[in-house]
């Protein structure tokens, strides 16, 4: 059984989870000690212990910790990349491209543990100083979702320790192998005891105790909206710090004028790839009556001859998604869709393969409407639908007829039509003939509207979250 780490000692439980490969459910990766509320509480505890020395700790000690944590997952990133789409089920090039991405990011904020500099200024009173300088928060907790089970735990604990935070990290409840390697390298590269915590087990106990202490001083979470807002009911009586990013129905808009091969691709890669499990996922493609029946066309064929089959297969274009019940939901979306009118052009059956998994043929689906629920609701598989409107101003008003507002795109040969998009698409990012999914590891990440909350994750902005200003008068 993997344990836990708390306070810098692995700990066993009486009561373990087995972790199951989604390509093959008779493969059992391992099994792994659940936390409960004691134990949460405990970490919690460490954490705080923790917290006074690591917050004044030498920003080299952060940097060489944080560097050897990048240095190793570079070094194992084939066989951490290929742990990964064992137990989540992107395929192996896609698991090994996340696991160099989280390489990249501790590199990254090995770095900005050394940049991390004030500013001083003259005071308004003679004879004075003032100087701004940057803190740590504290106790920071961590809450991950499943589609990213390296990435995105790397991008909030990777700034967290950098900027002299202690963490408690909770995993999703169905990727703890990704997360419990992550913690071994943070262990073994030299993280203090305390610092760092590992706490597999469900979201309703770990993650819940987790929201009812008041010892966490910030929380970082990604996953649904319905459990962000509960995240943020539980964080705002105690004024704790918060950073939400939640779900999608990102928007990808094609003209009439734009290059067909180009649209064609971005819609393959924004909708399916990562078997369409990434918040940024273009869900829906917004597409002008002008090119519509040949775009549809061609992506029908496109989606059509993507291979289905086991995530460490050579020969797999996609994955299966990752658990029973994300099919089933699949399956009920689609069959929705389908009843309000939808017409369904390719995929959306349940495919048998050598082992048994939760393969679903990738569904585009074509004749929606803007109003209905395959276009309202965020579906988060391998499932796209298709609006046909009029024109660009159409288009850019279905586009942002949504409460989500994390990524939008579009694929246009005009100048005018991209720069327009650009400053009136309702979100955090926006995508000019490129894939909605699919972003850089040093530039702001986030969405507007009900997609995110708090400050931006990734890059130089990481700072605004995981740190808090200080600016000290000084009368020498
Ligand atoms: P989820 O909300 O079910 O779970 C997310 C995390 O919250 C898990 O670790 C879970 O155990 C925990 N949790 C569940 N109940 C809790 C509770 N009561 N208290 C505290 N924690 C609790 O989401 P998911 O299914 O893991 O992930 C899919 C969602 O994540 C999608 O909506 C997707 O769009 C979103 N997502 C967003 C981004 C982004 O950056 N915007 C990135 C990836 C995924």
């Not at 990434?278 to 917004?286: F, G, P, V």
């Not at 549809?296 to 020969?315: F, Y």
């Not at 586009?399 to 327009?420: E, M, Q, R, V, Y």
Request: charge should be negative; proline fraction near 5%; hydrophobic fraction near 45%.
């Amino acid at each position: 059984m993997k344990p836990l780490l708390i306070d810098g000692a692995w700990q066993r439980t009486s009561h373990g989870v087995e972790n199951v490969n989604p390509s093959d459910t008779a493969d059992v990766i391992d099994t792994y000690a659940q936390a409960g509320v004691a134990e949460t509480q405990t970490a919690i505890a460490a954490a705080l212990a923790a917290a006074p020395e690591w917050g004044l700790s030498a920003p080299l000690l952060r940097h060489d910790i944080l560097r050897r944590a990048g240095d190793e997952i570079l070094a194992r990133r084939e066989e951490l990349g290929r742990l990964l789409s064992r137990e989540e089920g992107k395929i192996a090039r896609e698991g090994i491209a996340e696991a160099t991405r989280a390489a990249q990011i501790f590199h990254f904020f090995a770095a900005e543990a050394l940049r991390l500099s004030g500013e001083t200024g003259a005071s308004l009173r003679p004879g004075v100083t003032v100087e701004v300088t940057r803190e740590p928060v504290g106790v920071v907790g961590i809450i991950a979702p499943w589609n990213f089970p390296l990435a995105i735990p790397a991008w909030k604990i990777a700034p967290a320790l950098c900027f002299a935070n202690t963490v408690v990290f909770k995993p999703a409840e169905l990727v703890p192998a990704s997360a419990w390697a992550l913690a071994d390298i943070l262990h073994r590269a030299g993280v203090p005891d305390g610092v760092f915590n590992l706490l597999n087990g469900p979201g309703a106990v770990v993650g819940q105790a987790m929201l009812d202490d008041p010892r966490i001083d910030a929380l970082s979470f990604t996953g649904s909206q319905a459990t962000g807002t509960r995240v943020a009911a539980a964080s705002l009586p105690m004024m704790r710090r918060l950073q939400l990013e939640m779900g999608g129905k990102n928007p990808l808009v094609v003209l009439d004028d734009a290059d067909l091969d180009v649209a064609v691709q971005c819609a393959l890669d924004g909708a399916f790839f990562s078997t369409g499990q990434r918040c940024t996922a273009s869900s829906r493609l917004i597409v002008t009556e002008g090119l519509h029946d040949r775009f549809v066309s061609r992506l029908t064929e496109a989606v059509s001859a993507l291979r289905v089959g086991h995530a460490l297969e050579d020969a797999s274009d996609m994955g299966p998604v990752v658990s029973e019940a994300q099919l089933q939901q699949h399956l009920a979306f689609i069959a929705q869709a389908r009843a309000q009118g939808g017409h369904l052009r390719t995929g959306g059956e349940v495919l048998r393969r050598e082992t048994a998994g939760f393969y679903l043929s990738p569904a585009l689906i074509t004749e929606t409407d803007p109003k209905m629920t395959i276009n309202t609701t965020e579906v988060f598989g391998p499932v796209a639908s298709v609006i046909r409107v009029r024109d660009y101003e159409h288009a850019l008003a279905v586009a942002n007829d949504t409460p989500f507002g994390l990524c939008a795109g579009i694929c246009t040969t005009s100048l005018k039509h991209a720069s327009d998009f650009k400053r009136k698409a309702q979100a955090g990012m926006v995508m000019v003939n490129l894939p909605t999914a699919g972003v850089d590891h040093h530039v702001p990440f986030g969405g507007t509207k009900s997609s995110s909350h708090g400050p931006r994750e990734q890059g130089g902005q990481a700072r605004e979250f995981f740190t808090t200003l200080k600016t000290a008068y000084v009368q020498p």
